[in-house]
Protein backbone atom coordinates (compact mmCIF):
# COMPACT_ATOMS: atom_id res chain seq x y z
CA UNK A 1 0.00 0.00 0.00
CA UNK A 2 2.84 2.50 1.16
CA UNK A 3 3.91 1.81 -2.51
CA UNK A 4 0.93 2.86 -4.27
CA UNK A 5 1.06 6.37 -2.30
CA UNK A 6 4.61 6.77 -2.95
CA UNK A 7 3.51 6.66 -6.67
CA UNK A 8 0.39 8.77 -5.92
CA UNK A 9 2.24 11.79 -4.44
CA UNK A 10 5.15 11.41 -7.33
CA UNK A 11 2.36 11.99 -9.54
CA UNK A 12 1.27 14.72 -7.87
CA UNK A 13 4.40 16.31 -7.86
CA UNK A 14 4.76 15.54 -11.63
CA UNK A 15 1.32 16.82 -12.40
CA UNK A 16 2.10 19.98 -10.24
CA UNK A 17 5.10 20.99 -12.55
CA UNK A 18 4.07 20.44 -15.76
CA UNK A 19 1.25 22.74 -14.64
CA UNK A 20 3.94 25.19 -14.15
CA UNK A 21 5.59 24.83 -17.14
CA UNK A 22 2.54 24.97 -18.95
CA UNK A 23 1.30 28.92 -17.29
CA UNK A 24 4.99 29.56 -18.16
CA UNK A 25 4.25 28.99 -21.94
CA UNK A 26 0.65 30.44 -21.49
CA UNK A 27 2.45 33.66 -20.48
CA UNK A 28 4.64 33.37 -22.92
CA UNK A 29 1.79 33.01 -25.88
CA UNK A 30 -0.09 35.70 -24.05
CA UNK A 31 2.94 37.93 -24.49
CA UNK A 32 3.76 36.99 -28.38
CA UNK A 33 0.11 38.32 -29.25
CA UNK A 34 0.30 41.64 -27.83
CA UNK A 35 3.85 42.31 -29.46
CA UNK A 36 3.63 39.99 -32.65
CA UNK A 37 -0.54 39.95 -33.30
CA UNK A 38 -0.08 36.05 -32.69
CA UNK A 39 1.94 33.38 -31.10
CA UNK A 40 4.51 31.97 -32.69
CA UNK A 41 4.26 28.45 -34.55
CA UNK A 42 7.18 27.11 -31.92
CA UNK A 43 5.08 28.44 -28.80
CA UNK A 44 2.24 27.33 -29.77
CA UNK A 45 3.38 23.54 -30.52
CA UNK A 46 5.18 23.51 -27.34
CA UNK A 47 1.81 24.52 -25.09
CA UNK A 48 -0.11 21.73 -26.99
CA UNK A 49 2.87 18.92 -26.59
CA UNK A 50 2.60 20.22 -23.18
CA UNK A 51 -1.74 20.28 -22.75
CA UNK A 52 -0.96 16.40 -23.95
CA UNK A 53 1.17 15.58 -21.80
CA UNK A 54 -1.00 16.94 -18.45
CA UNK A 55 -3.88 15.00 -20.21
CA UNK A 56 -1.59 11.95 -19.48
CA UNK A 57 -0.05 12.59 -16.14
CA UNK A 58 -4.12 13.11 -15.08
CA UNK A 59 -5.00 9.79 -16.44
CA UNK A 60 -1.64 8.11 -14.74
CA UNK A 61 -2.50 10.06 -11.64
CA UNK A 62 -6.33 8.40 -11.97
CA UNK A 63 -5.02 5.07 -12.09
CA UNK A 64 -2.80 5.13 -9.31
CA UNK A 65 -5.81 6.80 -7.28
CA UNK A 66 -7.92 4.00 -8.21
CA UNK A 67 -5.58 1.12 -7.43
CA UNK A 68 -5.10 2.44 -4.05
CA UNK A 69 -8.69 2.32 -3.72
CA UNK A 70 -9.14 -1.24 -5.06
CA UNK A 71 -6.00 -2.45 -1.99
CA UNK A 72 -7.67 -0.65 0.31
CA UNK A 73 -11.00 -2.65 -0.62
CA UNK A 74 -9.37 -5.70 -0.67
CA UNK A 75 -10.75 -8.50 2.43
CA UNK A 76 -8.24 -9.86 4.44
CA UNK A 77 -8.40 -13.11 2.69
CA UNK A 78 -6.72 -11.81 -0.35
CA UNK A 79 -9.83 -12.01 -2.93
CA UNK A 80 -10.21 -9.36 -4.91
CA UNK A 81 -13.49 -7.84 -4.21
CA UNK A 82 -16.41 -7.03 -6.68
CA UNK A 83 -14.59 -3.29 -7.51
CA UNK A 84 -11.48 -5.12 -8.58
CA UNK A 85 -12.61 -7.83 -10.51
CA UNK A 86 -14.52 -5.14 -12.39
CA UNK A 87 -11.51 -2.91 -12.80
CA UNK A 88 -9.74 -5.82 -14.12
CA UNK A 89 -12.26 -7.02 -16.49
CA UNK A 90 -12.33 -3.19 -18.01
CA UNK A 91 -8.21 -3.46 -18.31
CA UNK A 92 -8.52 -6.67 -19.91
CA UNK A 93 -11.79 -6.59 -21.91
CA UNK A 94 -12.60 -2.81 -21.99
CA UNK A 95 -15.02 -0.86 -20.47
CA UNK A 96 -17.84 -1.70 -22.49
CA UNK A 97 -17.87 -5.36 -21.70
CA UNK A 98 -18.92 -3.92 -18.23
CA UNK A 99 -22.25 -4.64 -16.83
CA UNK A 100 -24.40 -2.15 -15.53
CA UNK A 101 -24.33 -3.40 -11.65
CA UNK A 102 -20.26 -3.39 -12.50
CA UNK A 103 -19.71 0.15 -13.65
CA UNK A 104 -21.86 1.10 -10.63
CA UNK A 105 -18.42 -0.24 -8.50
CA UNK A 106 -16.54 1.99 -10.11
CA UNK A 107 -15.87 5.61 -10.26
CA UNK A 108 -13.87 7.77 -13.41
CA UNK A 109 -12.51 11.07 -11.69
CA UNK A 110 -10.42 13.67 -13.02
CA UNK A 111 -7.36 14.77 -10.54
CA UNK A 112 -9.68 17.83 -9.34
CA UNK A 113 -12.27 15.11 -8.24
CA UNK A 114 -14.39 15.97 -11.71
CA UNK A 115 -16.63 12.30 -12.71
CA UNK A 116 -15.61 11.25 -16.16
CA UNK A 117 -16.83 8.59 -19.22
CA UNK A 118 -15.03 5.66 -18.51
CA UNK A 119 -12.52 5.25 -21.23
CA UNK A 120 -12.25 1.81 -23.20
CA UNK A 121 -10.05 0.00 -24.56
CA UNK A 122 -8.82 -0.35 -28.44
CA UNK A 123 -11.28 -2.63 -29.20
CA UNK A 124 -12.71 -3.74 -33.17
CA UNK A 125 -16.39 -4.19 -31.95
CA UNK A 126 -15.92 0.13 -31.40
CA UNK A 127 -15.18 1.44 -35.10
CA UNK A 128 -13.86 4.66 -33.20
CA UNK A 129 -11.94 2.63 -30.80
CA UNK A 130 -9.90 0.66 -33.20
CA UNK A 131 -12.81 -0.87 -35.49
CA UNK A 132 -11.79 1.79 -38.68
CA UNK A 133 -8.29 -0.13 -38.10
CA UNK A 134 -9.39 -3.11 -38.63
CA UNK A 135 -11.40 -3.45 -41.89
CA UNK A 136 -13.66 -5.99 -43.37
CA UNK A 137 -12.13 -8.17 -46.40
CA UNK A 138 -14.69 -8.35 -49.31
CA UNK A 139 -13.97 -11.77 -51.91
CA UNK A 140 -13.84 -11.13 -55.42
CA UNK A 141 -16.35 -13.83 -55.83
CA UNK A 142 -20.25 -13.37 -56.00
CA UNK A 143 -22.39 -15.99 -53.63
CA UNK A 144 -25.46 -16.98 -56.61
CA UNK A 145 -28.04 -19.40 -56.08
CA UNK A 146 -28.38 -21.54 -59.44
CA UNK A 147 -30.72 -19.82 -61.90
CA UNK A 148 -32.68 -22.99 -63.45
CA UNK A 149 -33.41 -23.27 -67.11
CA UNK A 150 -34.92 -25.76 -69.24
CA UNK A 151 -31.75 -27.61 -71.24
CA UNK A 152 -33.48 -28.18 -74.63
CA UNK A 153 -30.50 -27.33 -76.28
CA UNK A 154 -29.05 -30.32 -75.28
CA UNK A 155 -31.77 -32.51 -76.71
CA UNK A 156 -32.81 -30.77 -80.15
CA UNK A 157 -31.45 -29.90 -83.12
CA UNK A 158 -29.60 -26.99 -83.01
CA UNK A 159 -28.70 -25.54 -86.41
CA UNK A 160 -26.88 -21.81 -87.37
CA UNK A 161 -28.48 -19.56 -89.88
CA UNK A 162 -27.45 -16.44 -92.18
CA UNK A 163 -30.67 -15.66 -92.51
CA UNK A 164 -34.07 -14.27 -90.89
CA UNK A 165 -36.12 -17.20 -91.20
CA UNK A 166 -35.07 -20.77 -92.76
CA UNK A 167 -37.87 -22.59 -94.79
CA UNK A 168 -37.19 -26.35 -95.03
CA UNK A 169 -39.39 -28.74 -97.29
CA UNK A 170 -41.38 -31.02 -95.67
CA UNK A 171 -43.61 -34.50 -96.62
CA UNK A 172 -47.46 -33.79 -96.40
CA UNK A 173 -48.31 -36.98 -97.83
CA UNK A 174 -46.38 -40.22 -98.75
CA UNK A 175 -46.17 -42.42 -101.88
CA UNK A 176 -48.59 -45.28 -102.92
CA UNK A 177 -48.15 -48.37 -103.71
CA UNK A 178 -50.68 -51.73 -104.83
CA UNK A 179 -50.10 -55.10 -105.88
CA UNK A 180 -51.22 -56.03 -108.89
CA UNK A 181 -51.25 -59.13 -111.50
CA UNK A 182 -49.46 -60.38 -114.14
CA UNK A 183 -51.34 -58.64 -116.45
CA UNK A 184 -53.70 -55.89 -115.03
CA UNK A 185 -53.71 -52.59 -116.21
CA UNK A 186 -51.38 -50.50 -113.88
CA UNK A 187 -53.08 -47.15 -113.05
CA UNK A 188 -51.24 -44.62 -111.28
CA UNK A 189 -51.09 -44.89 -107.28
CA UNK A 190 -51.28 -41.92 -104.64
CA UNK A 191 -48.02 -39.87 -105.17
CA UNK A 192 -46.18 -38.12 -102.09
CA UNK A 193 -47.42 -34.08 -101.03
CA UNK A 194 -44.54 -31.55 -100.37
CA UNK A 195 -45.24 -28.47 -97.87
CA UNK A 196 -42.84 -26.69 -95.99
CA UNK A 197 -41.73 -25.52 -92.38
CA UNK A 198 -40.69 -22.43 -92.06
CA UNK A 199 -38.97 -20.82 -88.93
CA UNK A 200 -38.34 -17.95 -88.12
CA UNK A 201 -35.66 -15.43 -85.53
CA UNK A 202 -36.54 -13.25 -82.87
CA UNK A 203 -34.22 -10.62 -80.78
CA UNK A 204 -33.27 -10.81 -77.48
CA UNK A 205 -31.84 -8.29 -75.37
CA UNK A 206 -30.62 -7.20 -72.36
CA UNK A 207 -29.43 -3.85 -71.17
CA UNK A 208 -27.60 -2.18 -67.74
CA UNK A 209 -26.34 1.25 -66.98
CA UNK A 210 -23.38 0.98 -64.89
CA UNK A 211 -21.32 4.32 -63.27
CA UNK A 212 -17.67 4.59 -64.44
CA UNK A 213 -16.70 4.88 -60.53
CA UNK A 214 -19.11 2.08 -59.75
CA UNK A 215 -16.53 -0.46 -62.72
CA UNK A 216 -13.60 1.44 -61.35
CA UNK A 217 -13.99 0.78 -57.49
CA UNK A 218 -15.73 -2.66 -57.86
CA UNK A 219 -13.70 -5.35 -55.89
CA UNK A 220 -14.13 -7.89 -59.32
CA UNK A 221 -14.56 -7.36 -62.73
CA UNK A 222 -17.77 -5.90 -62.99
CA UNK A 223 -17.95 -5.83 -66.74
CA UNK A 224 -17.55 -9.79 -66.76
CA UNK A 225 -20.03 -9.76 -64.25
CA UNK A 226 -23.04 -8.10 -66.04
CA UNK A 227 -22.22 -10.23 -69.13
CA UNK A 228 -22.49 -13.59 -67.68
CA UNK A 229 -25.49 -12.28 -65.85
CA UNK A 230 -26.87 -11.53 -69.60
CA UNK A 231 -25.66 -14.81 -70.77
CA UNK A 232 -27.70 -16.39 -67.86
CA UNK A 233 -31.14 -14.67 -68.26
CA UNK A 234 -30.99 -15.63 -72.08
CA UNK A 235 -31.14 -19.18 -71.57
CA UNK A 236 -33.71 -18.68 -68.83
CA UNK A 237 -35.75 -16.55 -71.28
CA UNK A 238 -35.38 -18.90 -74.44
CA UNK A 239 -35.79 -22.40 -72.34
CA UNK A 240 -39.44 -21.06 -71.31
CA UNK A 241 -40.07 -20.24 -74.95
CA UNK A 242 -38.90 -23.21 -76.58
CA UNK A 243 -41.16 -25.37 -73.63
CA UNK A 244 -44.14 -23.16 -74.10
CA UNK A 245 -43.77 -20.04 -76.26
CA UNK A 246 -46.89 -19.04 -78.50
CA UNK A 247 -44.52 -18.24 -81.35
CA UNK A 248 -45.93 -14.46 -82.14
CA UNK A 249 -44.00 -12.56 -84.66
CA UNK A 250 -41.34 -14.85 -84.92
CA UNK A 251 -40.90 -15.88 -81.38
CA UNK A 252 -40.53 -19.22 -80.71
CA UNK A 253 -42.77 -21.61 -80.33
CA UNK A 254 -43.32 -24.16 -77.48
CA UNK A 255 -43.89 -27.60 -77.99
CA UNK A 256 -46.38 -27.31 -74.90
CA UNK A 257 -48.15 -25.09 -77.47
CA UNK A 258 -47.65 -26.26 -80.90
CA UNK A 259 -50.09 -25.93 -83.60
CA UNK A 260 -47.91 -27.17 -86.40
CA UNK A 261 -50.28 -28.67 -88.99
CA UNK A 262 -48.31 -31.99 -90.21
CA UNK A 263 -48.96 -35.78 -89.97
CA UNK A 264 -51.69 -35.02 -87.44
CA UNK A 265 -53.75 -32.16 -89.08
CA UNK A 266 -54.41 -29.17 -86.89
CA UNK A 267 -53.97 -31.65 -83.75
CA UNK A 268 -50.47 -30.70 -83.21
CA UNK A 269 -48.61 -33.37 -80.65
CA UNK A 270 -51.09 -36.00 -79.76
CA UNK A 271 -51.74 -36.14 -76.34
CA UNK A 272 -51.83 -38.85 -74.47
CA UNK A 273 -54.72 -38.93 -71.00
CA UNK A 274 -53.10 -40.48 -67.75
CA UNK A 275 -55.16 -43.33 -66.06
CA UNK A 276 -55.14 -41.77 -62.72
CA UNK A 277 -57.15 -38.16 -61.98
CA UNK A 278 -54.40 -35.72 -60.87
CA UNK A 279 -51.44 -38.09 -60.27
CA UNK A 280 -49.32 -39.93 -62.16
CA UNK A 281 -49.42 -43.72 -62.64
CA UNK A 282 -46.85 -45.97 -63.84
CA UNK A 283 -49.35 -47.41 -66.77
CA UNK A 284 -48.41 -43.56 -68.18
CA UNK A 285 -45.04 -43.93 -68.80
CA UNK A 286 -45.69 -47.31 -70.62
CA UNK A 287 -48.69 -45.57 -72.84
CA UNK A 288 -46.69 -42.82 -73.69
CA UNK A 289 -43.62 -45.07 -74.44
CA UNK A 290 -45.27 -47.42 -76.80
CA UNK A 291 -47.59 -44.69 -78.27
CA UNK A 292 -44.83 -43.47 -79.80
CA UNK A 293 -43.38 -45.32 -83.20
CA UNK A 294 -40.50 -47.43 -82.74
CA UNK A 295 -37.69 -45.48 -84.88
CA UNK A 296 -38.97 -42.21 -82.53
CA UNK A 297 -38.79 -44.28 -79.14
CA UNK A 298 -35.39 -45.86 -79.47
CA UNK A 299 -33.90 -42.39 -79.57
CA UNK A 300 -36.43 -40.59 -77.28
CA UNK A 301 -35.48 -38.53 -74.48
CA UNK A 302 -38.02 -37.58 -71.27
CA UNK A 303 -38.57 -34.17 -70.99
CA UNK A 304 -40.15 -33.39 -66.78
CA UNK A 305 -39.77 -30.91 -64.23
CA UNK A 306 -38.02 -32.11 -61.13
CA UNK A 307 -41.06 -32.54 -59.10
CA UNK A 308 -42.26 -35.03 -61.32
CA UNK A 309 -39.19 -36.91 -61.59
CA UNK A 310 -39.92 -37.23 -57.57
CA UNK A 311 -43.45 -38.43 -57.85
CA UNK A 312 -42.39 -41.04 -60.57
CA UNK A 313 -39.63 -42.15 -57.83
CA UNK A 314 -42.15 -42.54 -55.20
CA UNK A 315 -43.96 -45.15 -57.14
CA UNK A 316 -44.78 -48.56 -55.27
CA UNK A 317 -45.49 -52.30 -56.14
CA UNK A 318 -48.45 -52.81 -54.94
CA UNK A 319 -47.84 -56.16 -53.92
CA UNK A 320 -44.77 -55.72 -51.90
CA UNK A 321 -44.22 -51.93 -51.43
CA UNK A 322 -40.93 -51.55 -53.53
CA UNK A 323 -39.89 -48.69 -55.62
CA UNK A 324 -40.85 -49.31 -59.09
CA UNK A 325 -38.24 -47.41 -60.50
CA UNK A 326 -34.50 -47.10 -59.10
CA UNK A 327 -32.36 -45.58 -61.35
CA UNK A 328 -28.75 -45.74 -61.15
CA UNK A 329 -28.90 -47.92 -57.89
CA UNK A 330 -27.65 -50.79 -59.34
CA UNK A 331 -25.22 -50.21 -61.96
CA UNK A 332 -23.59 -47.12 -62.75
CA UNK A 333 -25.90 -46.87 -66.01
CA UNK A 334 -26.97 -43.17 -66.29
CA UNK A 335 -30.87 -42.92 -64.96
CA UNK A 336 -33.61 -43.47 -67.15
CA UNK A 337 -37.25 -44.33 -67.56
CA UNK A 338 -38.20 -47.61 -69.74
CA UNK A 339 -33.97 -47.41 -70.75
CA UNK A 340 -33.96 -43.65 -72.17
CA UNK A 341 -32.36 -40.81 -70.55
CA UNK A 342 -34.75 -37.60 -69.30
CA UNK A 343 -33.96 -33.98 -68.31
CA UNK A 344 -35.16 -31.97 -65.68
CA UNK A 345 -36.88 -28.85 -66.99
CA UNK A 346 -38.17 -26.75 -64.74
CA UNK A 347 -40.44 -24.99 -67.39
CA UNK A 348 -42.50 -28.11 -67.74
CA UNK A 349 -46.05 -28.04 -65.25
CA UNK A 350 -46.07 -29.86 -62.53
CA UNK A 351 -48.68 -32.81 -62.18
CA UNK A 352 -52.32 -31.05 -61.91
CA UNK A 353 -55.71 -31.77 -63.49
CA UNK A 354 -55.14 -30.80 -67.23
CA UNK A 355 -51.45 -30.35 -67.02
CA UNK A 356 -49.05 -31.28 -69.96
CA UNK A 357 -46.72 -32.38 -67.67
CA UNK A 358 -44.67 -35.04 -68.89
CA UNK A 359 -43.15 -35.13 -73.12
CA UNK A 360 -41.54 -38.06 -74.64
CA UNK A 361 -39.82 -38.25 -78.32
CA UNK A 362 -37.00 -38.04 -80.48
CA UNK A 363 -36.63 -33.91 -80.18
CA UNK A 364 -34.22 -34.08 -82.51
CA UNK A 365 -36.17 -34.74 -85.47
CA UNK A 366 -39.08 -33.55 -83.59
CA UNK A 367 -38.58 -29.73 -82.51
CA UNK A 368 -35.53 -27.43 -84.35
CA UNK A 369 -33.71 -24.85 -82.61
CA UNK A 370 -32.18 -21.78 -85.45
CA UNK A 371 -29.57 -19.36 -84.09
CA UNK A 372 -29.49 -16.21 -86.37
CA UNK A 373 -27.22 -14.55 -84.06
CA UNK A 374 -25.15 -15.79 -81.34
CA UNK A 375 -24.82 -13.54 -78.23
CA UNK A 376 -23.57 -9.94 -79.47
CA UNK A 377 -22.43 -7.76 -76.68
CA UNK A 378 -21.43 -3.91 -76.85
CA UNK A 379 -19.91 -1.46 -74.70
CA UNK A 380 -21.27 1.84 -75.24
CA UNK A 381 -19.25 4.40 -73.26
CA UNK A 382 -20.91 7.26 -75.26
CA UNK A 383 -24.65 7.58 -74.89
CA UNK A 384 -25.38 8.06 -71.50
CA UNK A 385 -23.37 10.93 -70.40
CA UNK A 386 -19.70 11.28 -68.74
CA UNK A 387 -20.72 9.50 -65.90
CA UNK A 388 -21.89 5.72 -67.01
CA UNK A 389 -21.27 3.16 -69.46
CA UNK A 390 -24.22 1.02 -71.01
CA UNK A 391 -23.72 -2.46 -71.71
CA UNK A 392 -25.60 -4.52 -74.02
CA UNK A 393 -26.30 -7.71 -75.47
CA UNK A 394 -28.62 -9.69 -78.01
CA UNK A 395 -28.99 -12.43 -79.83
CA UNK A 396 -31.56 -13.74 -82.47
CA UNK A 397 -32.95 -17.08 -81.86
CA UNK A 398 -35.82 -19.15 -83.36
CA UNK A 399 -37.52 -22.91 -82.18
CA UNK A 400 -40.65 -24.41 -83.45
CA UNK A 401 -41.82 -28.56 -83.42
CA UNK A 402 -41.48 -29.41 -87.26
CA UNK A 403 -42.55 -33.32 -86.68
CA UNK A 404 -45.01 -33.79 -84.54
CA UNK A 405 -45.44 -37.28 -84.67
CA UNK A 406 -41.50 -37.68 -83.17
CA UNK A 407 -42.99 -36.14 -79.67
CA UNK A 408 -46.22 -37.59 -77.71
CA UNK A 409 -47.28 -35.34 -74.03
CA UNK A 410 -48.59 -36.55 -71.15
CA UNK A 411 -51.84 -35.03 -70.38
CA UNK A 412 -52.95 -35.39 -66.63
CA UNK A 413 -56.96 -35.38 -66.33
Known amino acids: MSNVLQEIKEGFEELRSTWAEYQSKDAEREAEIKQLGEATAETTEAIARIDAKLDEKVDELNVQMQKAKLDSDRPADGEPSPAAQAWLKAVRLGANKLTDEERQLLTYTDGSGNMLEPRTSMVVADD ?13 EIIKGVVEFSPMRTICRVRTTSRNSVKAPKRTQTAGAVWVGEADTRSETQNPKYGKEELGTRELHALADISRQDLEDTAFNLEDEIYGE ?5 GVSEGTAFVSGDGVDGKPEGFLTAADTGYLGANGIETITSVSNDALHGDDFINLFYGLKD ?14 VAAARKLK ?3 DGQYIWQPGLATLAPATILGRPYVEAPDMPAVAN ?7 GDWRRGYWIIDRIQIETLRDPYTQGPGFVRFWARKRVGGQTVLPEALKLLEIQ
Open 295 to 308: AYARNGTWVLRRAT
Open 230 to 234: FGEQF
Open 317 to 319: DAV
Open 128 to 140: TEGGFLAPDEIVS
Open 354 to 360: GALAVAF
